[in-house]
Nanobody
Framework: QVRLVESGGGVVQPGGSLRLSCAASGIILGVNVMYWYRQVPGKPRELVATITGIGHTTYADSVKGRFTISRDVTENILYLQMDNLKPEDTAVYYC??????WGQGTQVTVSS
């Protein structure tokens, strides 16, 4: 059974940084594609970043150059480093694994 638990959300001022973590069990990050999504109320979930089993990464245009997805294969933790945050980055952030496995989400609020 796959279990994904996000942490690291919070309130930050524009231009600030946060690092989200996703502790995974029941799945091996080093061989599976993993995702970070975000969702604003009333809108569909948006794919933010992807990392493949071999470590190839892709990003949404809106976060390219500011966000970095990575993983610790020893600890089996997925990360999302978010720098130069903007108010429009405010959302609930979810990590996701193949076959419809989702975490519970963590709120990120960017506000002065």
């Amino acid at each position: 059974q796959v279990r994904l638990v996000e942490s690291g959300g919070g309130v930050v001022q524009p231009g600030g940084s946060l690092r989200l973590s996703c502790a995974a069990s029941g799945i091996i990050l080093g061989v599976n594609v993993m995702y970070w999504y975000r969702q604003v109320p009333g809108k569909p979930r948006e794919l933010v970043a992807t990392i493949t089993g071999i470590g190839h990464t892709t990003y949404a245009d809106s976060v390219k150059g500011r966000f970095t997805i990575s993983r610790d294969v020893t600890e089996n933790i997925l990360y999302l480093q978010m720098d130069n945050l903007k108010p429009e980055d405010t959302a609930v952030y979810y990590c996701a694994a193949p076959r419809g496995n989702w975490g519970q989400g963590t709120q990120v609020t960017v506000s002065s």
